[in-house]
């Protein structure tokens, strides 16, 4: 059975006032309803004024998705009766979206893009004691409300709910290279799914916020679908809830039509003209985007496509914090080597990302140049990386600390000196010609002084007291 999902992506872009007011969108750490104002508490007579930012950012979005900028663009008014739109009505763009078509590859897939549109974010509901269906009550937070949202549909596309998450990581990417989100703001990214089964009815999942999310609410859906056409039931044409605590997707209204909104023409904001300027302007200063970066990385700094491909995808940040890294240490092979093997996977262990640790170029840098200079072997390096990630400490103080410096050759020797004479018997096979005694008394070596000496190293000195005795 073939599932077919099309996608609504509500991004919150980043811009320092809401879109048609002067309040702050900083709102994560406020208390309720005071970053308001009458313009986006609805209040009668005031009027709303658009933030240019918010239009310059959809534009770049536009552009980034190869659909085609309206010259002129309006604004409508979308009618519901619902609290957390203050004014009754939400201030969006129906008729005339800010860009039409496009697509964005998902490996060799095109995923269409239908449209981009600017709009406002109404206000967050905080349901108490239960959830959307049988909360006590509901409490509402205007600080959210006229903040500028961009709304990203895709045509439906895409075929499975591995290729929506895909979709979506390299959507954001995309989005964190423009710079006009914040991927790690509180519900920066919502999403509203359309998911049907073999051409039947669409069903709509509402306002899923996270990746991982959407991974869950997709998979409920298809399998319910699925579960339901495999036992002749039908499927109803409506708008479900997903609840990230339980994974499960419940009925939440059917469908309504966006006719059924009653949208009019927003009389307050006249037809605004982009000009050609602008978005010529905007064409001509695009910052590179993830494909391009990946290209770049292999060609500038010799790494392979693979790894390029790990750096680039893992965040902006983690590719930033890569080329830091080559400004800092010259073989930016080396570099990729050991952040793409060791360091991507103490991260990962340690279920952090980049922006939750504490590394620096300065103090990765300084582990690499640490088993250049002999201070450290490469065996304690990669055990080294792990305390390393997780504290966040200088290698070098983790090993001055630990006391885990190799050991001067002059001490290593006597450290072989003992051993050798410990072991009279590894000796004489040794001498006898079982030369695989010299490895025996190698290990002991490596043993006794644990990972303060390189292996070469104590093989030479272990090969050297064996001839002069
Ligand atoms: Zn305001």
Redesign the pocket.
Known sequence: MKATIGLEIHVQLKTQS?L????TTDIDDIEPNT???????GYPGSKPKLNKKAIEHGITIGIALESSIKPVIRFSRKNYFYPDMAKNYQITQYEVPLAEGGYLMVGDHRIGITRVHIEEDPAKLVHVGGGITNARETLIDYNRA?VPLVEIVTEPDITSTEEARDFLKKLSLILEHLGVYDPSGEGSLRVDANVSIDGGNRVEVKNITGFRNVEKALNYEVVRQRSAVNMGLPIVRETRHFDAETGVTSTLRLKEQEEDYGYIAEPDLTQIHLGVDLVGGLRASMPELPDQRIQRLVDRYGITRFQSDIIVNTGLRMSVFYEKCCELYSNSKTVANWLVTYLLKSLNYEGMSLEESKISPETFTELLTMMDDGTISERLAKELIKDYVKTGKSPRKLVEEKNLALLPVDELRVVVGEIVSENPQAVADYRSGKTKAAEYLIGQVLRKVRARAAANTVRELVLEALKEN
């Open positions: 809401k048609f007011c002067s309040c970053a308001v104002c009458p313009i986006c508490l006229g």
